[in-house]
């Protein structure tokens, strides 16, 4: 009988196991998300493709698609102590992408939004068709918010790479030091 009623009770948890999983989802917001950036995301973005590493890997491995990462650059902090030395953290990228740091907060600037069109354009060569991956980190909605955005702008061919370079490099993928493309006022 011990045995049967541990069967049950097993049973009874893998039917509840997956259920509570279901209630860990994070619903596709409405709009853009506006704060805390780092934290679990959707798995789907309405009008845009979503995709595993393999897809990813794929893509990259073809040269089909423009990658764009969108991971903010922290700024030199104000009112250093003179004399203090400001590194740079490096950033390290799927190889051949452009970097357009800060362009995936939930709101833009006018200047950050002209810098996001700007290379997008670049991205595409003018291309509404082009495919365009967009990526940061894992857990990171300024991947979702750009790609979102994209497709605000007309782009009809916008994936969406939740792992970003985390998962790229769990997969122990090529990853490359880069810089970011230069905006105007640099």
Known sequence: ??????????AGALLIAPAARADDLVA??????IENYRAPVPTTLNGARVLSTQE???MWRAKSAAFIDVLPRAPKPKNLPAGTVWRV???????GS?????????ALAPPTEAYLKRGLAQASGGDF?????FYCL???????????????????????YPDGTDGW????????????????EE
Do not use: F, H, K
């Open 28 to 33: 596709e917001p409405d709009s853009y998300r």
């Open 56 to 58: 990813t890997e794929a």
């Open 98 to 106: 452009i970097w357009l740091p800060d362009t995936g907060y939930g």
């Open 1 to 10: 009988m011990s045995v049967r009623l541990a069967a049950a009770a097993l």
């Open 129 to 133: 068709g082009s495919l365009l991956v």
């Open 169 to 184: 490099a769990r997969a122990n993928l090529p990853l490359q030091q880069t810089q970011p493309e230069p905006r105007p």
């Open 138 to 160: 894992e857990d990171c909605w300024m991947s979702w918010n750009a790609a979102r955005r994209a497709l605000t702008y007309g782009y009809r061919n916008v994936a969406w």
């Open 89 to 95: 953290q490096p950033r390290l990228d799927i190889p």
